[in-house]
């Protein structure tokens, strides 16, 4: 069975500045690793994924996550936040490649930036 | 392309009522999931249709029940129903020989009184 731990409920940060979101997971089987956010009043979109290859996985708006399987970790980063940024966003995990398995997401990050 | 669509978007029930939520995935894609999120809880996963037939089920009583249509839309309706079942249901789509990848809709927010 596949479970996730996102580490912060809430993570404050003023913009332009770094941030980290932490995400733990626990496996037993092969892991596929995910991040989605959400923003207010809509539904969940991808935003990353680790399926294989590369480690380190870059999203279009210049979020990052490294896979390390050592401390079964999947954070999630960003050099430099804008208020567009103002999201919730949820780790997600799944044992398998395709769409037959399913993906078990963790509580959620809050992420609020500050001007 | 459409992408995944839910209905109705918002809906109020009272205890021991039945609902009905609606999804039609997105174009191409063969298989739908359902999700409930809970206010300030990640969404957790209830089942997974795929020709016509749950293939997964998440830990939900036997009163969560769905059916996916040869079209490939997806129906999810909740029998007696409680005020713990107060909450965002997620349908998400996807193609069951691809990436793991999901395609949410926006959510079925219902309010059980």
């Known amino acids: 069975a596949q479970s996730v731990t996102q580490l912060d409920s809430q993570v404050p940060v003023f913009e332009e500045a770094p941030v980290e979101l932490r995400c733990n997971y626990s496996s037993s089987v092969s892991v596929y690793l995910f991040w989605y956010v959400q923003y207010p009043n809509q539904g969940l979109q991808l935003l990353l994924k680790?399926?294989?290859?590369?480690?380190l996985v870059e999203s279009i708006n210049g979020f990052e996550a490294e896979f390390n399987k050592s401390q079964t970790s999947f954070h999630l980063r960003k050099p430099s936040v804008h208020i567009s940024d103002t999201a919730e966003y949820f780790c997600?995990?799944?044992?398998?490649?395709?769409?037959?398995?399913?993906?078990?997401f963790g509580s959620g990050t809050r992420l609020s930036i500050r001007p | 392309d459409a992408g995944v669509t839910q209905s109705p978007t918002h809906l109020i029930k009272t205890r021991g009522q039945q609902v009905t939520l609606r999804c039609s995935p997105k174009s191409g894609h063969d298989t739908v999931s359902w999700y409930q999120q809970a206010l300030g809880q990640g969404p957790q996963f209830i089942f997974q249709?795929?020709?016509?037939?749950?293939?997964q089920r998440g830990n939900f009583p036997d009163r969560f029940s769905g059916h996916q249509f040869p079209n490939y839309s997806s129906e999810l309706n909740v029998n007696a129903l409680l005020l713990g079942d107060s909450a965002l249901y997620l349908c998400?789509?996807?193609?069951?020989?691809?990436?793991?990848?999901?395609?949410f809709g926006a959510g079925s927010r219902l309010t059980v009184l």
């Open positions: 997600a995990v799944s044992g398998g490649y395709s769409s037959a398995s399913k993906i078990i």
């Open positions: 249709y795929y020709e016509e037939e749950e293939r």
């Open positions: 998400a789509s996807s193609l069951i020989s691809g990436a793991n990848v999901l395609t």
């Open positions: 680790y399926l294989s290859g590369s480690t």
